[in-house]
T-cell receptor, first 111, second 114 residues
C-alpha cells in the first residue's frame, strides 16, 4: 500500500514533442507529490510538486495533473528538449521528509 | 550557497567490514534524510534526522544507523557489510521537516561491497 507505480519505464520523444509520465498510488495518507529529475552521476533534483487538493500545477514547460479520485498523477513536459533527457521519478510523502519513490522513467529526447 | 556535500564520493569495501558516510547539509538546513538507490530497488528511504533526533526510519535492518550533530551534519554507518549493500547512498537536506518542504539531494556516495 506504500508503493507508487510509475510508467512507462522508458520513453523516447522527438524534440518539441510532449513527454508524459504517469504514476499511481494506493495510500490515501500521502499528502504531497513531488517529481524529481536525475542526471547521471548526480542526485535527484526537485522539478515540481503538487498537493492533493490541487488538480493541476504548471511551472514553465512542466505540468503536473492530479486526479485524487483515481489516485493518479502525471508529469507533462511540453516542447521537450534534448537537455530534458534524464531519469524522472515521481514520489509521495508519508511523513516528515520520508518519500516513497516510483521506479523511474528514462526519458530520451531525440533532436 | 553551497549544496549538499557528501563524502567520500566513492568507496570500496569488503564483506563484513563497516563503513561511515558523511553528509554536510545546505547551510541553515536542519533536516537531513538518507536514501539508498539501487538499480533493482530504486530509491528507498533509510532515515531522517531533525535537530539531532531521528524523526523517521525506513525498513532497513539495524546494521544501518545514523546520527546528526549539533551543526546539522550527519553520518550514516553500515556495519557488517553485505554484497547487497552496494548502492548509491544519497543524502538530502531541507530547512525544516515536513509538508511542502523542498528536499535538496547531494550527488551521493557510491559504495561497492566486494
Amino acid at each position: 500500500q506504500q508503493q507508487v507505480k510509475q510508467s512507462p519505464q522508458s520513453l523516447i520523444v522527438q524534440k518539441g514533442g510532449i513527454s508524459i509520465i504517469n504514476c499511481a498510488y494506493e495510500n490515501t495518507a500521502f499528502d504531497y507529490f513531488p517529481w524529481y529529475q536525475q542526471f547521471p552521476g548526480k542526485g535527484p533534483a526537485l522539478l515540481i510538486a503538487i498537493r492533493p487538493d490541487v488538480s493541476e500545477k504548471k511551472e514553465g514547460r512542466f505540468t503536473i495533473s492530479f486526479n485524487k479520485s483515481a489516485k493518479q498523477f502525471s508529469l507533462h513536459i511540453m516542447d521537450s528538449q534534448p537537455g530534458d533527457s534524464a531519469t524522472y521519478f515521481c514520489a509521495a510523502r508519508i511523513s516528515g521528509n520520508k518519500l516513497v519513490f516510483g521506479a523511474g522513467t528514462i526519458l530520451r529526447v531525440k533532436s | 550557497k553551497a549544496g549538499v556535500t557528501q563524502t567520500p564520493r566513492y568507496l570500496i569495501k569488503t564483506r563484513g567490514q563497516q563503513v561511515t558516510l558523511s553528509c554536510s547539509p545546505i547551510s541553515g538546513h536542519r533536516s537531513v534524510s538518507w536514501y539508498q538507490q539501487t538499480p533493482g530497488q530504486g530509491l528507498q528511504f533509510l532515515f531522517e534526522y531533525f535537530s539531532e533526533t531521528q524523526r523517521n526510519k525506513g525498513n532497513f535492518p539495524g546494521r544501518f544507523s545514523g546520527r546528526q550533530f549539533s551543526n546539522s551534519r550527519s553520518e550514516m554507518n553500515v556495519s557488517t557489510l553485505e554484497l547487497g549493500d552496494s548502492a548509491l547512498y544519497l543524502c538530502a537536506s531541507s530547512l525544516e521537516s515536513g509538508y511542502n518542504e523542498k528536499l535538496f539531494f547531494g550527488s551521493g556516495t557510491q559504495l561497492s561491497v566486494l
